[in-house]
């Protein structure tokens, strides 16, 4: 709603405070649902975190493979020590 009626006002801050007083909240309130729904809608900003995330579980879930193996390697070691006959 801003951003199409902006145009009728001098600044984005001036249609806020107007809207915001015609839907009954304060600018402030209404500034951040706009800036959220700007951060939420840019596609670059989310493909990003995305492709970060993505990146940080592929490093988590190499570490954690990684760690499973090192795991059963250490039990098969162990389930060998201990079917050992005793001197």
């Known amino acids: 709603m801003v951003q199409d009626h902006q ?3 001098n600044s984005q801050w ?3 405070r107007s809207i915001a007083n015609k839907l ?3 600018p402030e309130t209404l500034r951040q ?3 959220k729904s700007e951060v939420g809608s840019n596609s670059l900003v989310q ?3 995305n492709a970060e995330r993505i990146k940080e579980l ?3 879930n ?3 493979k990684r760690s499973n193996e090192i795991l059963k390697s250490a ?3 162990f389930a060998a020590e201990l079917d050992r006959p005793s001197k």
Request: proline content about 0%.
């Open 47 to 49: 493909g990003f975190h």
């Open 62 to 64: 190499k570490e954690l």
């Open 75 to 77: 039990a098969s070691f």
């Open 33 to 35: 649902w706009i800036k």
């Open 24 to 26: 009954g909240m304060t």
């Open 58 to 60: 592929e490093r988590e």
């Open 14 to 16: 001036e249609a806020i």
């Open 7 to 9: 145009h009728e006002y």
